[in-house]
């Protein structure tokens, strides 16, 4: 069983920085891939980013150069920095590990 809880999300001006963080419950983090993923109104959930156990990183086309995932295996964390953030970027922002564990959601809202 894993627990994610998920943080830093937040109202961001175009052009702005956020780092998100997905803190992991349970021994095991260390081998799950994790991802990143988010959900606008009105849309389906989307992959945003992913990490493998051995750090291989796969990026959604949108958010290629502006995003970056990253994993602190030491401290059950997962991040993801954001930078030069859109308005198209706002979104509920979870993460998950593997394929049947998810957080419950962080608010990023992108906007004047």
């Known amino acids: 069983q894993v627990q994610l809880v998920e943080s830093g999300g937040g109202l961001v001006q175009p052009g702005g920085s956020l780092r998100l963080s997905c803190a992991a419950s349970g021994s095991a983090f260390s081998i799950y891939t994790m991802g990143w993923y988010r959900q606008a109104p009105g849309n389906q959930r989307e992959l945003v980013a992913m990490?493998?156990?051995?750090?291989?990183?796969n990026y959604a086309d949108s958010v290629k150069g502006r995003f970056t995932i990253s994993r602190d295996n030491a401290k059950n964390t997962l991040y993801l920095q954001m930078n030069s953030l859109k308005p198209e970027d706002t979104a509920v922002y979870y993460c998950?590990?593997?394929?049947?564990?998810w957080g419950q959601g962080t608010l990023v809202t992108v906007s004047e």
């Open positions: 990490i493998t156990s051995s750090g291989s990183t």
């Open positions: 998950r590990a593997g394929f049947q564990y």
